[in-house]
C-alpha cells in the first residue's frame, strides 16, 4: 500500500529484497539511532541538501544516491516510530533530488565553491603567520610527504561552516533584490495608475469644455450685444470727468460751473457766494 505525504511525495511500499536488508540493518540500529538521525535530519541547514545527507560538499552523485537509500531506511515511516519520521523520510528525498537537478545545483556549487577558495585562502595565511606551522609544511613538501589539506577531516569541517555562511549571504542578497524588484514593481505600478488618473481628468475636461463651448459663446455673444446697447452712454463704474468753469468777462473774480449756481473767487483767495459779493456792493 502506497503512503502520500504532504508534501505529494509517495511512500511506495519495499520489495522483499529491501525488506530483507531493513532487517538485517535494523539489527545493528537501535531505536535511539533512528530517532536521533530523526532530529539530525530535521535540524539541518535548510538551503545546503548536503547536510541532510551527510554528505561531504564534494560528494559524487553516486555517493548521494548511496547515501540516501541508507539513510531512508534509517528514517523509513514503516520502521521508524518517531512522530516526525516521515517529515525526515520527505526532507531525504527533497535532497537527493535538488542535488541530482543539475540546473537547481549549479547555483549551490557557486557558492560551495566560493566558500572552499575562502578556506584555502586561510590556511595559508595561517601557515605564513605561525613560523612553527611554516616550518613543519616545508619540511614535509621537502620531504615529499605534505598531506593533501583538502583531504583532511578539518578541512572538510571548515569547508562546511564557511559554505553556510556564503549560501546565507547570497540567500540573503536574493531576497533583499527580491524585495527591491517588488518595490519598483509597485512604484511603477502607481506612476501607470497616476498616469491614467491623469489621462481620464484631462480627458473629462476636454469633453466638459467642448460640451460648454456653444454656452460660452453665446454668453460672449449676450455680453456684446448689451455693450453696443449702453454705447454713447455712461458705462458702468465709469470715472466723471471734471466739470469745466466759465469765467464772467465783466467780473474777473467771478467764475461759474458750467450748469450750475456761480461760485466767486475772492482775490484773498476765499471763495464767496452771490448774497456775499452783494453786501460788498453797498
Request: net charge positive.
Amino acid at each position: 500500500m502506497e503512503v502520500k505525504l504532504e508534501n505529494s511525495q509517495v511512500i511506495k511500499p519495499m520489495t522483499a529484497d529491501e525488506e530483507a536488508l531493513m532487517k538485517d540493518f535494523f539489527k545493528e540500529v537501535s531505536s535511539a539511532e533512528r530517532d536521533g538521525e530523526v532530529e539530525r535530519i530535521l535540524s539541518c541547514f535548510k538551503l545546503n541538501p548536503y547536510d541532510f545527507l551527510n554528505l561531504n560538499l564534494d560528494a559524487s552523485d553516486d555517493a548521494v544516491k548511496k547515501q540516501y537509500r541508507k539513510l531512508s531506511l534509517l528514517v523509513h515511516p514503516d520502521k521508524c516510530h518517531h512522530p516526525r519520521a516521515r517529515d525526515a523520510f520527505s526532507a531525504l528525498g527533497q535532497a537527493q533530488e535538488w542535488l541530482l537537478d543539475e540546473s537547481r545545483r549549479k547555483d549551490l556549487l557557486q557558492s560551495i565553491n566560493h566558500a572552499k577558495e575562502l578556506v584555502l585562502k586561510d590556511r595559508k595565511k595561517e601557515i605564513k603567520s605561525d613560523p612553527a606551522l611554516l616550518a613543519q609544511y616545508k619540511l614535509l613538501e621537502a620531504n615529499g610527504v605534505l598531506p593533501n589539506y583538502e583531504e583532511t577531516e578539518d578541512f572538510h569541517k571548515k569547508w562546511r561552516v564557511k559554505a553556510r555562511e556564503t549560501i546565507t549571504e547570497l540567500e540573503w542578497r536574493r531576497r533583499k533584490v527580491s524585495l527591491r524588484i517588488e518595490a519598483e514593481k509597485e512604484r511603477v505600478k502607481g506612476e501607470i495608475s497616476t498616469e491614467k488618473e491623469d489621462r481620464k481628468r484631462k480627458a473629462e475636461d476636454k469633453k466638459i469644455w467642448e460640451e460648454t463651448r456653444e454656452e460660452r459663446v453665446g454668453d460672449w455673444r449676450s455680453f456684446m450685444t448689451n455693450k453696443k446697447k449702453k454705447k454713447g452712454g455712461k458705462a458702468v463704474n465709469e470715472i466723471k470727468p471734471p466739470k469745466l468753469k466759465e469765467e464772467d468777462p465783466d467780473k474777473a473774480y467771478v467764475t461759474r460751473r458750467v450748469g450750475s449756481a456761480a461760485t466767486t473767487a475772492d482775490p484773498g483767495g476765499s471763495k464767496m457766494t452771490k448774497q456775499n459779493i452783494a453786501k460788498r456792493t453797498f
